[in-house]
């Protein structure tokens, strides 16, 4: 079973440039999650769908932050205009369901805002 | 609201030697545990969790945690460590409530296990 994808997995842009990350999950998994893990730090969820509908966006930055799932596959996060504070490892998580105990990490996308 | 501390941000310890790496959980309901394990530049993986069975959970690579309710406690051990168990460790709490944070987690700040040979 393919695990969670995710790209790029670095990036490297200066601030108050815009950046977008992809996240595909695993096959038929209908939520979906992304998470912002900055360095020193456990992750802290940003935003959650349910196929594609958001569920919970409480600690999504929303004056610079978006995210979409259209079709309730794949999903992408952007971030526009960046800030240094940015600077973190930004995770995709699905799981079969909203229900379902475990989530399924990818391999995160490092980003760095100089 | 529900968190979680991790009670060492580093621990060493020598190949073959026990491993024991500390979480205290608050929540307001019954919860259920994780550990996740995050090896340098790979994903999170899930080592055990606890869902309300059995209180002494067994995970994978030898790694098991006992939930004690009285003491709000997860704490995760390995009676020898390996030099491949040198990662990050985050332990998790993970709403089981309604309205919609369920399901979220919430992780620790995570404990680097450093193994000498």
């Known amino acids: 079973e393919a695990g969670v994808a995710q790209s790029p997995r670095y990036k490297i842009i200066e601030k108050r440039q815009s950046v977008a990350f992809w996240c595909n999950p695993i096959?038929?998994?209908?939520?979906l999650y992304w998470y912002q893990q900055i360095l020193g730090q456990g992750p802290k969820l940003l935003i959650q769908f349910q196929n594609n509908g958001v569920v919970d966006d409480s600690q999504l930055p929303k004056d610079r932050f978006s995210a979409e799932r259209l079709k309730g596959v794949d999903s992408t996060l952007k971030i526009q205009p960046a800030k240094l504070e940015d600077s973190a490892v930004y995770l995709c998580?699905?799981?079969?369901?909203?229900?379902?105990?475990?989530?399924?990490f990818g391999p995160g996308t490092r980003l760095t805002v100089l | 609201a529900q968190s979680v501390t991790q009670l060492d941000s580093h621990v060493s310890v020598s190949e073959g030697t026990p491993v024991l790496l500390r979480c205290n959980y608050s929540?307001?309901?019954?919860?259920?545990l994780f550990w996740y394990v995050q090896h340098p530049n790979k994903g999170l993986q899930l080592l055990l969790k606890?869902?309300?069975?059995?209180?002494l959970v067994k995970g994978i690579n030898g790694f098991e945690a006992e939930f004690k309710k009285s003491e709000t406690s997860f704490h995760l051990t390995k009676p020898s460590a390996h030099m491949s168990d040198a990662a990050e460790y985050f332990c998790v709490v993970r709403i089981n409530a309604g309205g919609t944070s369920y399901g979220k987690l919430t992780f620790g700040q995570g404990t680097i296990l450093t193994v000498h040979p």
């Open positions: 929540s307001s309901y019954s919860p259920s």
């Open positions: 606890y869902t309300s069975a059995a209180t």
């Open positions: 998580a699905s799981s079969p369901d909203g229900y379902t105990d475990t989530q399924y």
């Open positions: 096959s038929g998994h209908a939520t």
